[in-house]
Nanobody
Framework: QVQLVESGGGLVQPGGSLRLSCAASGRIFVVIPMDWYRQAPGKQRELVASITSGGSTAFADSVKGRFTISRDSGKNTVYLQMNSLKPEDTAVYYC?????????WGQGTQVTVSS
């Protein structure tokens, strides 16, 4: 019904940058809010950034000033630009939407920040 496909993870040195992408497809007929979550080993999944259908954004305190979230106008494709990456940003990053009272998740993309 709904698919979320992520791309863009990888290995980067501290201070480096990565850009994640997520495209939603399936039975989605309107522009909807989209989020990025992350989960580090041994930790709970946490909300990193959100963007509304109108383009308003919100960020976790830990990434403010370093990460930006954006979307293609009028589309359900979202990007997470991650700058000044730190080792503590290492995690699996997941794209998320909520539609019809159900939560949908992407398959996750690994981001590793290490020298």
């Amino acid at each position: 019904q709904v698919q979320l496909v992520e791309s863009g993870g990888g290995l980067v040195q501290p201070g480096g940058s990565l850009r994640l992408s997520c495209a939603a497809s399936g039975r989605i007929f309107v522009v909807i809010p989209m989020d990025w979550y992350r989960q580090a080993p041994g930790k709970q999944r946490e909300l990193v950034a959100s963007i509304t259908s109108g383009g308003s954004t919100a960020f976790a305190d830990s990434v403010k000033g370093r990460f930006t979230i954006s979307r293609d106008s009028g589309k359900n494709t979202v990007y997470l630009q991650m700058n000044s990456l730190k080792p503590e940003d290492t995690a699996v990053y997941y794209c998320h939407i909520r539609k019809g009272g159900l939560d949908y998740w992407g398959q996750g993309t690994q981001v590793t920040v290490s020298s």
